[in-house]
Structure formats: structure tokens, C-alpha cells
């Protein structure tokens, strides 16, 4: 099993739309949790960073993790087609992040 | 707003050359990471460096790989002797206190030939 597992989509939505990204993950021991952003091969651009059960919000974007599930969620409200990239999960329990695979997000105008 | 920059941003060498990219830090940060992106796959960890001393390393970072501050202001990654598999986009990251709410670089692209 993937200590950190994501759909790679794509994932293509209309501008406007709720988008819904998600991770699940197997290492009891991940404690902080992080969403990056990444355009064509550009370098990873963080987004989100949050260590707590429970939801954090910033803008547009809101992370969302349930320890007890294992899951990280991230939605972005009011899609728009500049939020087109691969978005990253990423777990650490120390300073080594473990990536997801990343999710390729199209939003269309 | 401070950021974490890297030269060169394409590298294109020989197999067996060696190989030195270079990442200058966010300038108040102290932890430093060297990941790698082959193309279509993850991003990897490759190694953590800490109080100028390696914190942690990976499975990859093998006896190939060294890193290195110099001065105050660079990092780098030194690959000895380069191989067609370490072809890649390595990218350089910083953290302050908080080690792990890391911020990347634009990634150096290397190409071995």
C-alpha cells in the first residue's frame, strides 16, 4: 500500500465550480499536512499548511483533514481557469514531505 | 516577497560528469531540502540539511550525491558521476521554524545524455 495515495484525474470543470481534491494516506505517524500548487514544470507553490484535525481557510481555498479517516480534502470555491495546474498533497511527520502523486486540475472558461 | 531561486535552470551534461546545482535559500530560513520530479512521477525527497550537517537522507541519496553550504547564502547538490536515470527536475526548498511548511524553487531541469 502507497503511504500517500491521490486520483491523478484529470480533472476538467467549468469556471465557477467547487472543485473537490482529495488524499488518503497509511502513516499514523503524518502529523502535518500540506497542499502545493504546481504549474508545467514550474516548482511546487504552497498553498496550505495545516497540522490539526478540522478545517483551515484562505481565500477561495479550504483544507480540510480527518486524522481518523486518514483522508485530506482541499476545495477551492469559484473556480478559476488560472487555477489550472497539478495540485500536490504532501505529508510529513518530521521534515521529510512525502508527496501524492498530484491531481492535473483544467478549468475551463 | 523573499523566494527560493536555483541555477541553473537547465542543465544538459554526459554520463559520468559531475554535476553541481545550486539553490540560494530564503535568507532567514535554516532548514534546507534537496527533492527530484522525473518527469511523470512524483516529487521525491532526496535529502535535509540542518545546522550544516545532513538531518536526513533518503534511499536515493546515494554515495553520488553531496551537499554542501559554502556560505551564508548557497546550497548545493553535487552529483558525482551522473548516470541516464538521474535525468530530472531537482528542486531546492527552505523552511524556517516550522521545518516541515517548506517553499520550493523553480527546479533545475538536468538532462543526462
Known amino acids: 500500500q502507497k503511504e500517500v495515495e491521490q486520483d491523478p484525474g484529470p480533472l476538467s470543470v467549468p469556471e465557477g465550480a467547487i472543485v473537490s481534491l482529495n488524499c488518503t494516506y497509511s502513516?499514523?505517524?503524518?502529523?502535518?499536512f500540506m497542499w502545493y500548487r504546481q504549474y508545467s514544470r514550474k516548482g511546487p507553490e504552497l498553498l496550505m499548511y495545516?497540522?490539526?484535525?478540522g478545517n483551515k481557510e484562505d481565500g477561495r481555498f479550504t483544507a480540510q483533514v480527518d486524522k481518523s479517516s486518514k483522508y485530506i480534502s482541499l476545495f477551492i470555491r469559484d473556480s478559476q481557469p488560472s487555477d489550472s495546474a497539478t495540485y500536490l498533497c504532501a505529508m510529513a511527520s518530521g521534515s521529510r514531505l512525502t508527496f501524492g502523486e498530484g491531481t492535473q486540475l483544467t478549468v475551463n472558461p | 516577497e523573499p523566494e527560493v531561486t536555483q541555477t541553473p535552470s537547465h542543465q544538459v551534461t554526459q554520463m559520468g560528469q559531475e554535476v553541481i546545482l545550486r539553490c540560494v535559500p530564503i535568507s532567514n530560513h535554516l532548514y534546507f531540502y534537496w527533492y527530484r520530479q522525473i518527469l511523470g512521477q512524483k516529487v521525491e525527497f532526496l535529502v535535509s540539511f540542518y545546522n550544516n550537517e545532513i538531518s536526513e537522507k533518503s534511499e536515493i541519496f546515494d554515495d553520488q550525491f553531496s551537499v554542501e553550504r559554502p556560505d551564508g547564502s548557497n546550497f548545493t547538490l553535487k552529483i558525482r558521476s551522473t548516470k541516464l536515470e538521474d535525468s530530472a527536475m531537482y528542486f531546492c526548498?527552505?523552511?524556517?521554524?516550522?521545518?516541515?511548511?517548506?517553499?520550493f524553487g523553480p527546479g533545475t531541469r538536468l538532462t543526462v545524455l
Open positions: 502513516n499514523s505517524a503524518f502529523q502535518y
Open positions: 495545516t497540522y490539526s484535525s
Open positions: 526548498a527552505s523552511s524556517g521554524l516550522r521545518s516541515n511548511e517548506q517553499f
